[in-house]
């Protein structure tokens, strides 16, 4: 039974080094933090972490969140000095009453758990921002689709993360086209059957300061309920938070619908209350606890990294609502 999925492909690297611990009886708790934190620390992944795009004023910050039920979920927003948002949210579940806390006194929350502080903002990242910064005309990062190419991580199913990198073309269909792919969402179930989940994300690439989006917030990045199942999401964060996505797909499972019908009418929920732009993408990964599993996109270019008995691999959602040119 046991199984870690991830939106994106660079997540894989993440559910490897997760995997050990759920082959050998380890909780889904403890593999979602880890997949999180192995993304995080990765500096070719600049939608996450240390490689993560800053904001618009040249400072990156991090948000995430972990779930295990309606009653055990933590966040943290708006970190400056915290490399792994999850760590501090699976902190403030465990360790507090609350749910949320956010920008300088979730660092200094951070501090008094032990976490250690830490640079952010990557050379590569700063040397973006800085190019980035010369050209105030380019307000809207999402509608520049010259994004590198993903490449494999040698020869395995994994790829590099560079999302956001100029100068190079992009193949129809491919991940690298979209902006707002800004979140590792990662599900997983353990050999007892226990649901958990986590998001990580440094948001969109220079994004107005202070900006939250999806990821952090329970119900709208993340949910999970032991009764019913779990999903996370990733794109387009406003597009998710008006429709509670996370909360909504699971409730559809509580509801009967399948993990592939849950998604789908999620994202039929997106696009019929939006007016889409074609920039605009949204993708979900759902996880049942009797180990069934699905994910879909609202358009093409969305991969799902999967880890389970049978190895490591990256696969194409079930399902995609649009055509390319919609």
């Known amino acids: 039974m046991p199984l870690i999925i991830s939106t994106w492909s660079f997540s894989s690297r993440g559910n490897d080094t997760a995997w050990p611990m759920l082959?050998?009886?380890g909780s889904a708790l403890d593999a979602v933090e880890a997949c999180c934190a192995t993304v995080d620390a990765a500096p070719d992944?600049?939608?996450v972490g240390y490689g993560g795009l800053p904001d618009a004023s040249g400072r990156v910050s991090l948000d995430g969140c972990?779930?295990?039920s309606p009653a055990r979920c933590g966040s943290a927003c708006a970190l400056r000095h915290h490399l792994h948002p999850v760590s501090v949210a699976r902190r403030v579940m465990e360790r507090t009453s609350h749910v949320m806390l956010a920008g300088i006194d979730a660092d200094e929350f951070a501090d008094l758990q032990g976490l250690p502080r830490s640079e952010l903002l990557s050379p590569e990242a700063k040397a973006a921002w800085e190019t980035w910064s010369t050209k105030p005309t380019v307000i809207d990062q999402s509608r520049d689709r010259l994004v590198a190419g993903l490449r494999p991580i040698d020869g395995g199913p994994g790829a590099?993360?560079?999302l956001f990198a100029a100068n190079a073309p992009r193949a129809s269909g491919s991940e690298d086209r979209w902006k707002h792919h800004d979140t590792i969402g990662t599900l997983a179930i353990d050999s007892h059957g226990t649901?958990?989940?986590?998001?990580?994300?440094?948001?969109?690439?220079?994004?107005v300061p202070g900006r939250v989006g999806d990821s952090p917030i329970i119900g709208h990045g993340l949910y999970v309920d032991p009764t019913a199942g779990a999903a996370t999401a990733t794109g387009a964060g406003e597009?998710?938070?008006?429709?509670?996505?996370s909360f909504l797909a699971v409730e559809l499972m509580r509801q009967g619908r399948s993990p592939i019908e849950a998604l789908v009418a999620t994202l039929e929920r997106i696009r019929s209350s939006y007016e889409l732009q074609p920039h605009h993408q949204v993708a979900m990964i759902a996880l049942r606890p009797d180990g069934a599993w699905?994910?879909?996109a609202l358009r093409p270019g969305f991969r799902v990294a999967v880890r389970d008995d049978a190895g490591s691999r990256v696969l194409e959602p079930d399902a995609t609502l649009l055509p390319e040119s919609s």
């Not at 649901?195 to 994004?207: D, V």
């Open 23 to 25: 082959a050998s009886g």
């Open 45 to 47: 992944v600049d939608s």
């Open 239 to 245: 597009l998710v938070m008006g429709v509670c996505g």
């Open 195 to 207: 649901l958990a989940g986590a998001c990580s994300t440094s948001g969109m690439p220079y994004k």
């Open 66 to 68: 972990i779930m295990l």
């Open 160 to 162: 590099d993360g560079r």
């Open 294 to 296: 699905a994910a879909a």
